[in-house]
């Protein structure tokens, strides 16, 4: 089985300039979370969609933003960058079934904005 | 909410001996507590899960962790360090507003030959 997927694997992007990364869950997976991971903050959540429909948002602006299409697919969009919005930003899906199950990652994609 | 403190930013073993990473947790109620591993330029993998079952948990490539109610603590524990192990290993606590997941610090394991 194809683990979670994410593209592209590196980015380097302008100030103001906006983004958008794509991440493919595992097969049978319905639900996708985004986090964002920089050194001086961590690992911080960002969103989580399950049938195309957002069930939380972790504290970020609003320039970032999010989806889930009908295959489960989500992609993430970061609009008008900033320098502090370099980093590697993770998805990880979830196949929402029985109890607490566990979130499976993708590599990432590194986000620089120069 | 739910929070969890590693309580070493580093720890450095010699190859063979055992480890210690040490998690505490703060909950309401009883929670979904992880432990992941991220080696260099690579994602999350997950080593283990506690969910209310047995307080002590087996996980992937020899790590285990108990769970302690009373200290509020998931501290993980190999017997014997590979060099293989160097990585950076995230605590974590399903948060309470549901379908996310919040991290601690991370702690990087360093294994000496």
């Known amino acids: 089985k194809a683990g979670v997927t994410q593209t592209p694997r590196y980015l380097i992007k302008t100030r103001g300039q906006q983004v958008t990364l794509s991440c493919s869950p595992i097969s049978g997976h319905r639900s996708v979370s985004w986090y964002q991971q920089t050194p001086g903050q961590g690992l911080q959540f960002l969103f989580e969609y399950f049938s195309e429909t957002q069930r939380n948002k972790g504290n970020f602006p609003g320039r970032f933003s999010g989806r889930q299409f009908s295959n489960s697919r989500s992609e993430m969009n970061v609009s008008t960058l900033e320098l502090g919005d370099s980093a590697l930003y993770l998805c990880a899906s979830s196949p929402n079934t029985g109890e607490r199950p566990e979130a499976f990652f993708g590599q990432g994609t590194r986000l620089t904005v120069v | 909410a739910q929070s969890v403190t590693q309580l070493d930013s580093h720890v450095s073993v010699s190859e063979g001996t055992p480890v210690l990473l040490r998690c505490n947790y703060s909950?309401?109620?009883?929670?979904?507590l992880f432990w992941y591993v991220q080696h260099p330029n690579k994602g999350l993998q997950l080593l283990l899960k506690?969910?209310?079952?047995?307080?002590l948990v087996k996980g992937i490539n020899g790590f285990e962790a108990e769970f302690k109610k009373s200290e509020t603590s998931f501290h993980l524990t190999k017997p014997s360090a590979h060099m293989s192990d160097a990585a950076e290993y995230f605590c974590?606590?399903?948060?309470?507003?549901?379908?996310?997941?919040?991290f601690g610090k991370g702690t990087s394991l360093l294994v000496t030959p």
């Open positions: 909950s309401s109620y009883s929670p979904s």
């Open positions: 506690y969910t209310s079952a047995a307080t």
């Open positions: 974590v606590v399903e948060s309470n507003s549901g379908y996310a997941l919040n």
